[in-house]
């Protein structure tokens, strides 16, 4: 099945020219050229990914994936003027993926969709689903359970810990190198963040919101220690797990 992209952009030709572009290379893809028109199309179709404008009349392409990333688990890139750090530092902040900055080669954009629909969970058939339900991977840490294969994590309670997708795929690095310790470009190339100056304040960022929602004391980690100027370093007990 191909992987289903929508591309947010305002301006005509730009969005012409990356739809054509992906879609030679194999992607299905719809453009919509404000956030309201791409609101009726994702109300009414599924897709893996989306590329937001952030600067566009109306609502902005950071309001409109904050409402995307409350609702589904989809991979989100947004663009950027170039010298805006602000605006890339809040997308992250948002639960985004990966940004592109403007002006771009299509051959950056490509690239960065590759490497972001590789992390995306791709929805299984029904029955497919049902037949791998024994076999998912689950990890306990403390008093919580990630499942891996459907990419959430509970609490003590089996309340489900609302988690935005790239929060869960650093905590997957994490939980499968356990009591490691792991370098921000360590932790960059297994999520499959493309690399670049701000890598590593894009690694930090993601580690600051997963803090929030797995530690007791955010300041003073449990699990998610840092190892100054080295990285970081997931402390799991010996024997906790799966």
Not at 194 to 214: G, N, T
Not at 220 to 230: A, D, I
């Amino acid at each position: 099945m191909k992987a289903r992209i929508i591309v947010v952009e305002d301006e005509p030709d730009l969005r012409e020219a990356v739809a054509e572009y992906l879609g030679a290379n194999g992607y299905d893809v719809a453009t919509a050229e404000n956030a309201a028109a791409a609101r009726s199309l994702l109300d009414a179709q599924s897709f893996h990914l989306a590329i937001l404008d952030i600067a566009m009349p109306g609502e902005d392409g950071l309001s409109l994936g904050r409402w995307l990333r409350s609702k589904t688990q989809m991979g989100i890139i947004y663009a950027t003027a170039a010298g805006t750090a602000l605006d890339r530092i809040v997308g992250l902040e948002l639960g985004a993926d990966d940004y592109i900055v403007k002006p771009y080669e299509l051959r950056e954009v490509l690239a960065r969709v590759r490497s972001v629909l590789r992390r995306v969970p791709q929805p299984a058939a029904p029955q497919a689903a049902k037949a791998e339900a024994g076999a998912r991977r689950f990890m306990n840490f403390g008093g919580f359970q990630a499942d891996f294969d459907g990419r959430l994590v509970t609490g003590a309670n089996g309340a489900v810990i609302e988690m935005a997708k790239s929060e869960f795929d650093v905590l997957e690095v994490f939980l499968t190198r356990a009591n490691r310790l792991l370098t921000r470009a360590a932790i960059s190339e297994a999520i499959g963040f493309v690399e670049d100056p701000e890598s590593s304040r894009a690694v930090d960022i993601r580690i600051m919101r997963l803090r929030k929602k797995i530690e007791a004391d955010p300041a003073n980690p449990k699990f998610l220690r840092t190892v100054r100027g080295e990285g970081y370093i997931f402390s799991l007990p010996t024997g906790d797990g799966n």
